[in-house]
């Protein structure tokens, strides 16, 4: 059982910066990769950035290359994102996710991650 709490969302104007921490709960978060969703209204949920079980491996969606970047420590068990040059488009509730996988892989589609936080508001006033 892995509990995920996410922090750091706000309200920014375009073109600043937020940082996003999620913090895992559980010994085995290092069995885990790991991801960061977002959801807007009216729209399905989708991967922002995943990262593999020991950050080697990350992927990011088309959109936010370039602007995001993930990370974690798993001797803290936190993963992070790190989200400069902000858009409005990029306004939605940010959710980090847990998924097992193999040690280099990055998982995409949200079915198969098992664990998800409550979700953070991040809101990008023009």
């Known amino acids: 059982q892995v509990q995920l709490v996410e922090s750091g969302g706000g309200l920014v104007q375009a073109g600043g910066s937020l940082r996003l921490s999620c913090a895992a709960s559980g010994r085995t978060f290092g069995a885990y990769a790991m991801g960061w969703f977002r959801q807007a209204p009216g729209k399905e949920r989708e991967l922002v950035a995943g990262?593999?079980?020991?950050?080697?491996?990350?992927d990011y969606a088309d959109p936010v290359k370039g602007r995001f970047t993930i990370s974690r420590d798993n001797a803290k068990n936190t993963v992070n994102l790190q989200m400069n040059s902000l858009k409005p488009e990029d306004t939605a509730v940010y959710y980090c996710?847990?998924?097992?996988?193999?040690?280099?892989?990055?998982?995409?589609?949200?079915?198969?991650?098992?664990?998800w936080g409550q979700g953070t508001q991040v809101t990008v006033s023009s």
């Open positions: 990262i593999s079980r020991g950050g080697v491996v990350s």
């Open positions: 996710a847990a998924a097992p996988a193999p040690s280099m892989l990055v998982r995409r589609a949200p079915s198969t991650y098992n664990y």
